[in-house]
């Protein structure tokens, strides 16, 4: 049973930075790929950012130049490097990744609210 666990999430300032951590149960590497993905209220889930094993990320348009996606080989993390937020930033953040098997596993969600 793979457990992905979320943390960093709170509230920051538009404009500030935060960043978000994704620590897993199984070694980062056993995955094909890593992602980031955020629900806002009523809205539907969405692709924040994703990393495959090879390759450049792949960044949503709305994050594009704020965001980072990053992993943390020494921690066994997988980041989320938040900068320039907006209040259209605010939503609960899912760590996601899938294995060479079909596997697809989540996270439970941290909550980012960006307001003054």
């Known amino acids: 049973q793979v457990q992905l666990v979320e943390t960093g999430g709170g509230l920051v300032q538009p404009g500030g930075s935060l960043t978000l951590t994704c620590e897993s149960s199984?070694?980062?590497?056993?995955?094909?790929?890593l992602a980031w993905y955020r629900q806002a209220p009523g809205e539907q889930r969405e692709l924040v950012a994703r990393?495959?094993?090879?390759?450049?990320?792949y960044y949503s348009d709305t994050v594009k130049g704020r965001f980072a996606i990053s992993r943390d080989n020494a921690k066994n993390t997988v980041n989320l490097q938040m900068t320039s937020v907006k209040p259209e930033d605010t939503a609960v953040y899912y760590c996601?990744?899938?294995?060479?098997?079909?596997?697809?596993?989540w996270g439970q969600g941290t909550l980012v609210t960006v307001s003054s």
């Open positions: 199984r070694n980062m590497f056993s995955f094909n790929y």
């Open positions: 990393r495959e094993r090879f390759g450049s990320p």
């Open positions: 996601n990744a899938g294995d060479p098997s079909g596997g697809e596993y």
